[in-house]
């Protein structure tokens, strides 16, 4: 059962433009939801995170779109470079059972 | 401070044999969290400890996969008698009490021959 659903699988952007990655989820018990970047060989860092009573949260060029009402949010960044070539994963943390749901990751890669 | 550490980083078995896996959390952590992440997927819950006590391991496969957190000491994923099926990145995070943001360790990528 897939509980947090992300898309596409892979992205191919040019250098400067605007990379988009969507995740859906189904629980609504679900209250904090983070992205996490990796890089080949490496564990997971998380890279930005935002609550469901916020609607958007920006951190530099990289921001979290959330819709409550669609349990749908999405992940943008600006002026996108090759160094944000990485793996993308969303997530959905539960505080009653404190567990991380993670999508199935997205592979970002930045041509110049 | 030093980050969530994985050893060993990289694990080579042979089928039947046993693997063991560690983790030791961040200072200060009492929560820890084991992933797998097979090639070209996504990372998959497998169990949720605190010390001395097992809280989810819903997403551990029912035989041969066991984990502990003891009192002292790192945590420990323990796969026996291994197949290749169990070939994979084997990530641990750790997060303080009542926090959400998990740390990740850099992973342990065992190779089953």
């Known amino acids: 059962q897939q509980q947090v659903k992300q898309s596409p699988q892979s992205l191919i952007v040019q250098k400067g433009g605007i990379s988009i990655i969507n995740c859906a989820y189904e629980n609504t018990a679900f209250d904090y939801f983070p992205w996490y970047q990796q890089f080949p060989g490496k564990g997971p860092a998380l890279l930005i995170a935002i609550r469901p009573d916020v609607s958007e949260k920006k951190e530099g060029r990289f921001t979290i779109s959330f819709n409550k009402s669609a349990k749908q949010f999405s992940l943008h960044i600006m002026d996108s470079q090759p160094g944000d070539s990485a793996t993308y994963f969303c997530a959905a943390y539960n505080f009653g059972n404190e567990k991380l749901t993670f999508g199935t990751g997205t592979r970002l890669t930045i041509i110049p | ?113």
Not at chain 2, 41 to 55: A, D, P, R, S
Not at chain 2, 66 to 91: N, W
Request: with cysteine; charged share 25%; net charge positive.
């Open chain 2, 1 to 113: 401070n030093a980050g969530v550490m994985q050893n060993p980083r990289h694990l080579v078995r042979r089928r039947g044999q046993e693997a063991r896996l560690r983790c030791s959390p961040m200072k200060g952590h009492s929560h820890v969290y084991w992933y797998r992440q097979l090639p070209e997927e996504g990372l998959k819950f497998m169990v949720y400890l605190q010390k001395e006590n097992i809280i989810d391991e819903s997403g551990m496969p029912k035989e041969r996969f066991s984990a502990e957190f003891p009192k002292e000491g790192p945590s420990i994923l323990r796969i026996q008698q291994v197949v290749r099926g169990d070939s994979a990145a084997y990530f641990c995070a750790s997060s303080p009490q009542t926090e959400n943001e998990a740390f990740f360790g850099q992973g342990t990528r065992l190779t089953v021959v």
